[in-house]
């Protein structure tokens, strides 16, 4: 079923745990959350999005919550946060790929009062630190459920723990890289798979590049005079007899993106909204891969 179940530690207040290991506290609050149940209505959920306020802890400072979210995208906004969250991600259907998607969150720009860790068998992985900048980070949905610990704070009055989220397919090996080593250049393989299964592709030059240190993000403005595929409305027309198309294209800032002179093939994914560069060769390049390729027959698609 859809929704959250209130986990209560009963009246009598927690042991210190000081000198424990994070496993033996981890193992501990999970056992909290499966021996008791309450049920408690303070909260706001549905398949895809949930809303709840840490003040109903706050007697109770290490309670732990069950969200349990069925959808391939939403939010999660958790108002002054004490004790943690365990939250559930699952596809709204099961299939055999749905043992193998990818997950992607983008915390709010905003978000303060937790760490997000990767939580599976007890072992807890850091995934996002509290106040780290508003990138987004990707795992694969079998390394685990998402905890979500409050950090202790003396003044919880302004805090609020919110991100996005994305159920994403593992569509190709070159997205998969471009999540797991965005600066390194792709494969001859990776990019002929690239334009073929990529959320987007297209021909283009660069025209300015900004750097976002506060996002830990490089904006990489583009022209495009050739527009192959595109998942969603991320490239506007620029208008004008000639038909091109202008947006942006984000990557993480430690690439070091620099503007570069003659057109490159963009190609990458689109999470929350926005274009996320994946392999991206020069366009010349391209055109001599992609020759040779059809001439041995291995190309992966036909690209007009």
Not at 54 to 83: F, I, K, M, N, S
Not at 153 to 167: P, V
Request: aromatic letters at 8%.
């Amino acid at each position: 079923s859809v929704g959250i179940l209130r986990k209560r530690v009963g009246p009598r207040e927690p042991e210190p745990c000081a000198g424990t290991s994070m496993r033996a506290a981890v193992a501990r609050l999970l056992a909290v959350a499966l021996l008791c149940g309450t049920v408690c209505a303070q909260y706001s959920s549905d398949q895809c999005s949930w809303r709840g306020s840490g003040l109903t802890h706050e007697t109770h400072a290490r309670d732990v919550e069950q969200v349990y979210l069925r959808c391939a995208q939403g939010t999660l906004e958790w108002l002054y946060p004490t004790g943690a969250l365990i939250v559930n991600l699952r596809p709204n259907t099961l299939t055999p790929a749905a043992q193998h998607l990818t997950v992607c969150i983008k915390p709010m720009k905003d978000s303060r009062g937790a760490n997000i860790y990767l939580e599976k068998l007890g072992e807890l992985k850091l995934l996002v630190r509290e106040q780290e900048p508003s990138r987004v980070y990707c795992f694969g949905i079998e390394e685990g459920s998402l905890f979500i610990e409050a950090t202790p704070q003396s003044d919880i009055s302004r805090k609020i723990t919110a991100f996005q989220y994305e159920l994403l397919s593992q569509r190709s090996s070159a997205d998969l890289r471009s999540m797991a080593a965005p600066c390194q250049p792709c494969s001859d393989s990776e990019v002929l798979l690239a334009v073929c299964t990529s959320d987007f592709a297209a021909r283009g030059t660069i025209r300015g590049v900004e750097h976002e240190k506060d996002q830990d993000a490089s904006l990489i403005a583009v022209s495009l005079s050739r527009l192959y595929q595109q998942k969603s409305r991320v490239f506007a027309s620029a208008g004008g007899r000639a038909r091109r198309w202008a947006g942006h294209v984000r990557t993480l800032l430690e690439c070091g993106v620099k503007p570069g002179e003659g057109e490159f093939l963009f190609t990458g994914s689109i999470r929350f909204g926005e274009a996320w560069l994946g392999c991206a060769p020069r366009y010349k390049d391209f055109l001599r891969l992609y020759s040779e390729a059809r001439q041995l027959g291995t190309n992966p698609c036909q690209v007009d």
